[in-house]
């Protein structure tokens, strides 16, 4: 019987792992045929060919710069120390001019011929862990292990050798270039880098890549909008004898996640995809003492903006009517309150397919063998893609695994390319002056 529920169990698993997997494969991207050629033809020119090459030499560079960036801790909020050694990096590369913002972001103009235009380049500065984790690189073979090492470390050394790169080679491109390093998009740092890029006081942005993920035949752009929460239930609280009757903040805290849980369910099963997930939950002092306090902390996520803010509607009157129920049967003392914080607000939105951008780089990833996949994602490219904005993600390139975890690593298998492949995107958005 246990072998048979072993097996069970195994099946489910795959299941439940293919499905996972296929919602991420995205769908063949269509190319028209004239980028092909304008990728080809840019491919074969003098300075883009000095260009792959003097990438190629860059790798024992670029490995260093790695484990160097990784070294420095950047959780949410405290990017500080990191954003001055990528500034510095940024310089040493041949910017125009670098700064830090006024939230956190790095900031490098390489100016066009004719400053019509301006594309950023980005990628995070922050990772998922806490101030304290252990960043030090350790080797096994050629495969590099720590924290953040890839997610989203590697894509700074990207944007690094690409600047590198162009001032080598003496690339030069009509459009100006804003090399970025931003803060806060993991967690709870809530896009507020990249928000703060397209406030009404930031320079003009035109058109967005952002460099955060692996292989290089993912073209993400479609935004996945969240909505995060953390709802807290208090009460005078006091002790599990003495005060029985008082208004309990845990019991509410039960009967929502319980409420939500039932109504949230029926809604998801149609329609666009939809997720929801209470992934903290907190308070009280004691078993025996009747809580001041209870909180949780959501995640609801959806493909649609619509279907977001129903389920946003389903949430809180799941609360509401916890609250009521909980204070209808209280026998003394006062009513119990509720607090719902927002905590996560990240837009949903889709760009067509045949914005140029989203061409080109298509048509850049096919040119180093690859199919494209459109996909969608939560990156910072959701902001700028639910401005209509035309606004990519491309990878990192190499091989890595265990993202968001103390066992994350890197290996650079053909790394090279992602920087290539990268570079031949920005100078044909960019384009390319002669």
């Given at each position: 019987m246990k072998t048979a529920f072993?097996?069970?169990?195994?099946?489910?698993?795959?299941?439940?792992?293919?499905?996972?997997?296929?919602?991420?494969?995205?769908?063949?991207?269509k190319i028209v045929d004239q980028y092909t050629r304008d990728i080809e033809k840019l491919a074969k020119n003098k300075k883009?060919?000095?260009?792959?090459?003097?990438?190629?030499?860059?790798?024992?560079?670029?490995?260093?710069?790695?484990?160097?960036?990784?070294?420095?801790e950047a959780p949410p909020f405290m990017e500080e120390v990191r954003a001055k050694v990528f500034a510095n990096m940024l310089k040493e590369a041949g910017a125009d001019s670098v700064w830090i913002d006024n939230v956190g972001n790095v900031l490098a103009l390489r100016k066009g011929k004719d400053r019509k235009r301006t594309l950023a380049l980005d990628a995070h500065l922050d990772t998922v862990f806490p101030k304290g984790t252990d960043v030090k690189v350790k080797s096994k073979g050629d495969t590099l292990y720590a924290p953040g090492i890839g997610d989203d470390t590697r894509a700074l050394v990207v944007i690094a050798s690409i600047l590198r790169t162009m001032e080598e080679t003496g690339i030069e491109t009509q459009a100006n270039?804003?090399?970025?390093?931003?803060?806060?998009?993991?967690?709870?740092?809530?896009?507020?880098?990249?928000?703060?890029?397209?406030t009404e006081d930031s320079p003009k942005i035109d058109s967005w890549i952002s460099i955060d993920g692996g292989d290089i035949d993912r073209v993400n752009i479609m935004g996945l909008g969240s909505y995060r929460y953390r709802v807290t239930f208090k009460g005078p609280g006091g002790h599990s004898w003495g005060a029985f009757g008082l208004a309990n903040p845990q019991h509410a805290l039960g009967s929502a996640i319980h409420n939500f849980t039932l109504a949230a369910?029926?809604?998801?099963?149609?329609g666009a995809k939809t997720s929801y997930n209470v992934g903290r939950i907190g308070g009280g002092t004691s078993v025996n003492s009747i809580a001041f306090e209870s909180w949780m902390e959501i995640d609801m996520r959806s493909e649609s903006p619509?279907?977001?803010?129903?389920i946003d509607v389903i949430l809180k009157s799941s609360i509401q009517k916890a609250l009521d129920e909980q204070n209808s049967i209280k026998r003394i003392g006062p009513d119990l309150t509720v607090d719902i914080q927002k905590i996560g607000d990240r837009p949903s939105g889709e760009l067509n397919e045949d914005l140029p951008l989203i061409q080109r780089t298509m048509a850049s990833v096919k040119y180093f063998g690859?199919?494209?996949?459109?996909?969608?994602?939560?990156?910072?490219?959701n902001i700028p893609i639910s401005k209509?904005?035309?606004?990519?993600?491309?990878?990192?390139?190499?091989?890595s695994g265990n993202a968001h975890s103390l066992k994350e690593w890197w290996l650079d298998v053909d790394g090279y390319k992602a920087i290539q492949f990268a570079l031949l995107t920005v100078v044909s958005e960019a384009e390319m002056a002669k």
């Open positions: 072993r097996l069970i169990g195994l099946v489910l698993f795959i299941s439940f792992s293919t499905l996972a997997q296929e919602d991420e494969l995205g769908v063949k991207g883009i060919q000095a260009a792959f090459e003097s990438i190629k030499k860059q790798e024992a560079r670029n490995r260093k710069d790695l484990i160097m960036l990784t070294e420095i270039i804003l090399f970025t390093g931003s803060v806060g998009e993991e967690g709870l740092g809530d896009l507020r880098g990249v928000k703060n890029l397209f369910d029926e809604y998801t099963k149609t619509e279907r977001l803010n129903h690859e199919e494209p996949r459109v996909t969608r994602g939560s990156t910072n490219a209509g904005i035309p606004a990519v993600t491309i990878g990192r390139g190499g091989k």
